[in-house]
């Protein structure tokens, strides 16, 4: 850092200059040469945007020097205090024990603010989030420092605000915010792998088809289950690209095994609701089966009666749009609540998934036993392509047998497998043990 920049940044207290998050950087970086620990905290003034709309920006400008001179009353004795990206303000403190004083000067400021705000003669309140981290060199990186704050900053957001926040990696909220931005570079990083759960015909051990699973490889947490990403991608405007991703691997993977020399094998790839209904949801799948040379045949798509919600017609026109393709359709998770039979009987699915649920506890139950049979027999008269999901007993396996099923997919036959597992398994194409 030159001298005369040095200088310009660490002006202190310079209420008309708004640092960057480049420069904050800098700043911040140099106070950690200084000292073993830093507590960064942030304030952010909830809806300024709306001060500047009705009262003009002269005013607004007015309502953050007012601001800034009351944190630095509060604050700036114990530290250094900065004005960053416009209407955020930043507070660097170095002292030994400086956390205990920080929640202390924290809960005075909120304090504080609940009085209104007078600006020639007029009042405006307004609500003060605070985040807050913690710097030390034997815990942290410095680079996280200001992320770290900004998460505990929307943390105090969410939680209705007018409150401060201590970033806490055990925390959950912290936990999904922490996994949500780690997940905007992870496609990128092949952090992500497919699993492969197959789908046997019972009656001659074969395997017919697998469900495409997904497992992300994180760096920090290991091996990631979608339960715990998933709606976590779908909040944050992923789930589109994620989808498609998804869609892709599972058709090269199939050219490979191509290539090795394997049959192709049907993959069922679930479909999220706004993947389904994109705009460019069908010419995606018709230049992905092009890009890889692949019968449609080889891919089949999972969806739900959820889908269904918003446009009965819209959703039953992309279904038939799909299967002009070639592919399949599955309806899922049948048996869950989220499906009926009239679903299963009026719209035009290839597939119907039956959830786990039909089979739990059936070795106990004798009432649901003798119900489950009746469904079974009504659905198969419906249609004769039917999976029975969630074997994991032979108790189970029987009673699907003696029900005239052969479709079946559960962890008794075979966990999801990763793909060379899977590979070995097509190679052998018979049952396995649970592994």
Known sequence: MNSNFEKKIFKPNFYNLSYSFKEMNLIIDENIKRNDSIVLVIFDIENFKDINTIYGYDFGNLVLDKIMSIIKEIYSSNGSLFRFCGDKYVHINCEKKGIDNIISMSEKLLTRVKEPIIIYGQGVCITLSIGISLYSNHTSHPQDVMQQAEIALEQAKEEGGSCYKIFNKQNNLIKKKLLAMDLKKALYMKQFLLYFQPQFNIDNGSIESAEVLIRWKHEIEGLIKPDKFIKIIEENNFGIEFGNWVIRESCRQNMIWRQKGLQPIPLSVNISQGQFYDKNFISNLENILLEFDLEPEYLQLEITERIFIDSYERALNI??????????????????????????MSLPFDIIKLDKFFLNNIEYDLRKRQQTTVIFKFLKSINDNIIIEGIENNTQLEFVKENGFNKVQGFLLSQPLECSNFEKLLKQNKVVEEI
Do not use: Y
């Open 319 to 344: 279904i038939k749009n799909i299967k002009s393709l070639g592919i399949k359709v599955a309806l899922d998770d049948f048996g869950t609540g989220n499906s009926s039979l009239i679903s299963a």
